[in-house]
C-alpha cells in the first residue's frame, strides 16, 4: 500500500458517477494489508452535490465494470506489499 496514515484511502478509482474506495487495513500478523471497498453514487439536487450508497437498476453495469477494475487495483496493491 502506498500509504500508512490511517483513515486514508489506499486507492479511489471511479466510473461515471460512480466511485469506489479502497481502503488498507494492516493485517492482525504485521506485514501486508487486507482490503476492502466501499461504493458510492453523486447526485446533484438543485446546485448542491450529494452522495448515496444506493444503487438503481442502470448503476448495475457500471458498477459490474469498476468492480473488475477495482480488483485489478487490489491485485497491484498486494503485489507492492509483498514489495515492501
Do not use: C
Not at 458517477?17 to 487495513?25: D, K, L, Y
Not at 492482525?28 to 438543485?46: A, I, L, N, P
Amino acid at each position: 500500500m502506498t500509504t500508512t496514515k490511517q483513515n486514508t484511502p489506499a486507492a479511489k478509482l471511479r466510473s461515471g458517477g460512480i466511485e469506489a474506495t479502497i481502503w488498507g487495513n494492516p493485517k492482525s500478523e504485521g506485514k501486508g494489508f487486507r482490503y476492502s471497498v466501499t461504493y458510492s453514487r453523486s447526485y446533484k439536487v438543485d446546485d448542491q452535490w450529494r452522495t448515496a450508497s444506493n444503487f438503481s437498476e442502470i448503476d448495475n453495469l457500471k458498477l459490474a465494470r469498476l468492480a473488475l477494475k477495482v480488483q485489478d487495483r487490489i491485485d497491484e496493491l498486494k503485489a507492492n506489499d509483498k514489495l515492501s
